[in-house]
């Protein structure tokens, strides 16, 4: 099961969490109450050149100055907080989310074309594979990432989203299958400025992971969701691929359509097949991906999991329901159903 | 008179009662079994391999067959097979020759692996109402896809490497005419260009009986460069080096001359009943280095149009010797394993040297990998494969495709009775006796040969759906939809997978 949703303001107007909070709470039917995240870009205007990287920790004495210790060595903490909480009835607080704002240090990766996110993704894969009791998860610039196990409200109310403002949110409400309860599994997943929520189970999951570890990635959330950030900080940020096409290398036309397709075109979809074949997403999905420019929406080649979308002046809505778009903007329109791996792109205009 | 008679392998018995005197196990019985004297079928049991042709062509069912009717004094460690190995090297001095795959009684890992399903989380996709896809592409990818722009349309600017389009991830691997007979031949060509895949040469030339079917047929350039020239490079859909076999690592190929007759001689180039030994190494290859300049000179040979794989024998130091060869320039490795079929091999490499292919693949695979150069070849796994779960499984371990020998042969009548080397094949196979070609129809054969890639194919499509998976390039190397059963921690860290229940 699971609900996912995803507003993106074209024109970088922001807005605060109360809508979201109310749209994902519509979709408590799709969820079990053991976890919900929400992400925001534009959360951090002050900081907004820094990486906010965010880490639970399972306590702060031992596992925090390990953390700094390795931040320090890639680069200058400029700032760092606890994430404000408030106490919740039925939430428990099993780990204590805290965020860096934090500048990488270029010269440390002479030999990559984009050093500063690569520092960051090499700090990320080191802290959470050698220093237990500490894992990021969020390490883009000027994005928040809220999760913990609860209902979506509870998890909203718990960091308080609606003091919080930005030009696009995310929300997922999960039924967990794999690993209830840790706040880890909790989804929006986030690598850098990718952030994604997915509703589904990734098939290939096993081919998918053994093609980016190639690359130097590690999963470490045991979930499959991770999986869909990295191939697009890959496919994307790495290989330079356009976003409309990434999704195509991940959800692909059938070979028989792309038999019939003109010649060139088809010459482009075979190449894809045959590069990205290992990126091929099988399995039941729908997926919300962001980054800093845009946030797209797509589901498996045959559609096993819901997924609408609808407008409204600069805004893009993105849902698994119709409702949830409906409490956020009642006089959204229009509600439109995309074809089975079809993208749905939103971008910002200003 | 020193070792005397040694029990009989195998013995013959004639229900009386049954036969009806009509001759025809006479008739099909290559090695002098049957004789009839007057009103009566005589049978010579010792001289019986097992093939099965007299049990098949009986028409009253009344020829049975048992197994070591007399047998040695049981004992674990001299087994019959060791004891009547000493017997006939006393005898001759010689080495033995053995036919068909490995016999000795290695577990046999495939069996010790299981597939996955799924339940409730994701719906299982049935392949007989939605589309699955088991199309896959032989040769070198590129890493990276470069766009560009030109009159506002987006254009491809990476160029892709000749790559052969599989319709299903089944090929035929290379039997050469001389070791199977022209009719086999011809039925495994008809059949792979019916089911839209592959099939190989071996190192027996192409014969001119095959030139319709060469757009479907990969030529092996292999040590004794038998029927090599620029006409069958030039007919070839791709060019195969075959520097080891999985029945025989380390040795050439051995063709008795028994089975070299007028046609065998031409389409090799070889003299008349000459034994056909080809040398353990390529004489022009005694490093990686060597084997770079052969993979160009194909390549230059034949304009850069076509894909040249390499063949290696699975063995222990396979993952290290296959990265070698992915920067060779070559655009797929081809993993024999120690199962693989023979139609002559010394039986002492047929049993004893090699691995399996399951843990070959699985290194090979995992090597490549590490080394960020899995897309510069293909990976093509034979040896072993016996049925669609094998092929299921060697997939998700990490091949592309895989070759089937044994299994075609089988399809088209085979006994596996391991006598190939004789030339005497009773069902028109492993031959070159005319009457016994003859026996072999390939408007027949080609027809069960196709039904089995296509059964597989089928087989396969369910696998796949119940998995939740639907295309091919999702299984392949997604070794966590495979569990271990009952296998060792250590063949489980090889094979990279989780023990059932995990």
Redesign the interface.
């Known amino acids: 099961m699971c609900g996912i949703i995803g507003v993106i303001d074209r024109a970088r107007k922001r807005m605060d969490g109360t809508g979201i909070r109310s749209a994902l709470a519509e979709m408590d039917e799709r969820g079990s109450g053991e976890g919900a995240g929400y992400a925001v870009y534009g959360a951090f205007p002050e900081l907004k050149d820094y990486y906010a990287i965010h880490v639970f920790f399972d306590d702060l004495h031992e596992t925090k100055p390990r953390v700094e210790e390795e931040l320090s060595k890639w680069g200058v903490i400029e700032h760092d907080e606890a994430v404000p909480t408030y106490e919740q009835p039925s939430l428990r607080k099993i780990h204590i989310p805290w965020r860096f704002f934090f500048r990488p240090d270029p010269h440390l990766m002479p030999r990559s074309i984009t050093p500063e996110d690569d520092v960051v993704m090499h700090v990320v894969m080191k802290v959470n594979t050698t220093i237990p009791g500490a894992l990021i998860f969020a390490s883009g610039k000027n994005v928040a990432v809220f999760k913990a196990s609860g209902w979506p409200e509870e998890v909203a109310d718990f960091y308080r989203i609606q003091d919080y403002k930005g030009y696009l949110w995310m929300g997922h409400n999960r039924y967990p299958t794999n690993t209830p309860g840790w706040w880890g599994g909790a989804h929006p997943f986030n690598l850098l400025n990718w952030s994604v929520v997915h509703n589904g189970e990734i098939t290939s999951y096993g081919t998918n992971r053994r093609y980016i570890e190639s690359y130097g990635y590690q999963c470490t959330m045991y979930t499959d969701t991770e999986v869909v950030a990295y191939l697009f900080d890959l496919l994307v940020r790495r290989h330079g691929l356009p976003l409309e096409t990434a999704v195509r290398a991940l959800a692909p036309p059938f070979w028989d359509e792309i038999d019939r397709m003109p010649d060139q075109e088809r010459e482009i979809f075979r190449a894809i097949r045959l590069a990205y074949g290992s990126a091929l997403m099988n399995g039941p999905f729908a997926i919300v991906v962001a980054n800093d420019q845009s946030m797209v929406g797509f589901t498996d080649r045959i559609k096993l999991r819901p997924l609408v979308y609808g407008e409204k002046g600069d805004r893009l809505y993105i849902s698994s329901e119709e409702a949830a778009i409906r409490t956020m903007e009642p006089d959204v329109g229009e509600i439109t159903m995309p074809k089975a791996g079809e993208p749905i792109i939103g971008r910002y205009v200003a | 008179m020193t070792i005397g008679s040694v029990p009989l392998r195998y013995k013959i018995g004639v229900d009386r009662d049954q036969c009806m005197l009509c001759g025809r196990c006479v008739e099909n019985c290559p090695y002098g079994v049957f004789r009839m004297e007057g009103e009566r079928i005589h049978v010579n049991s010792r001289v019986c391999v097992a093939c099965h042709r007299c049990i098949a062509m009986c028409p009253r069912d009344a020829i049975s067959l048992e197994e070591r009717p007399v047998d040695y004094r049981s004992h674990p460690i001299w087994t019959p097979q060791v004891r009547e190995s000493i017997y006939n090297q006393a005898r001759s001095g010689k080495i033995i020759l053995s036919g068909m795959g490995n016999a000795q009684d290695y577990p046999v890992i495939f069996d010790r692996l299981v597939l996955d399903a ?1 339940q409730v ?3 299982s ?1 049935d392949p007989l109402r ?2 699955m ?1 088991l ?1 896959t ?1 032989i040769g070198k ?7 560009g722009e030109k009159d506002g ?4 600017e ?1 160029r ?1 490497a000749p ?1 052969l389009m599989l319709e299903t991830p089944i090929m035929i691997g290379h039997m050469s005419y001389g070791a199977i007979s022209l009719n086999a031949q011809q039925s495994l060509a008809r059949a792979v260009k019916h089911a839209g895949t592959y099939m190989g040469t071996g190192e027996g030339g192409l014969h001119e009986s095959l030139y319709p079917y060469q757009d479907r047929i990969i030529v092996q350039v292999a040590s004794g460069r038998f029927g090599v020239d620029i006409n069958y490079l030039e007919r070839g859909a791709a060019i195969e080096i075959k520097i080891g076999q999985g029945a025989k690592p380390g040795i050439g190929g051995h063709l008795p001359g028994e089975k070299v007759c007028a046609d065998v001689s031409c389409t090799r180039m070889i003299p008349l009943g000459s034994d056909a030994i080809s040398p353990a190494p390529h004489h022009d290859i005694y490093s990686i280095e060597d084997l770079k300049q052969l993979v160009r000179s194909l390549k230059e040979a034949t304009e850069w149009k076509k894909p040249v794989f390499v063949k290696i024998a699975a063995v222990h130091n396979s993952a290290a010797i296959a990265a070698g060869i992915a920067r060779s320039g070559a655009d797929a490795v081809v993993v024999d394993g120690f199962r693989g079929g023979t139609g002559a091999a010394p039986r002492v490499f047929r049993d004893h040297v090699g691995i399996p292919v399951e843990a070959a693949i699985a290194s090979v695979d995992a090597k490549l ?2 080394q ?1 150069i ?2 510069e070849v293909s990976i093509i796994a034979s040896g072993g494969i016996r049925e669609s779960a094998d092929v299921a499984k060697i997939i ?1 371990l990490g091949a592309d495709a895989v070759y089937i020998g044994t299994a075609a042969l089988v399809a088209m009548g085979c006994r596996v009775c391991g006598t190939c080397y004789r030339g005497l094949c009773p069902w028109g196979i492993a031959t070159q006796r005319p009457d016994l070609v003859a026996r072999l129809d390939p408007d027949v054969a080609s027809v069960n040969v196709g039904n089995l890639i296509h059964a597989w194919t089928l087989e396969l499509s369910e696998l796949m759906g119940a ?5 091919i ?9 495979l569990r271990g059963y009952l296998l060792d921690e250590g063949i489980m860290k090889v094979l990279d997978i989780k023990p059932v229940g995990a």
Do not use: H
């Not at chain 2, 349309?153 to 491809?156: A, C, E, G, K």
């Open positions: 799924c989380t994701n719906p996709i939605e589309p896809e199309r592409y990818k590129p890493g990276v896809l470069r766009f349309t987006t254009v491809l990476t892709l790559n990998r590490t960020g899995r897309n998700a998995a939740g998976i639907n295309s390039e999702s299984l392949r190397g997604n070794r966590d939809r």
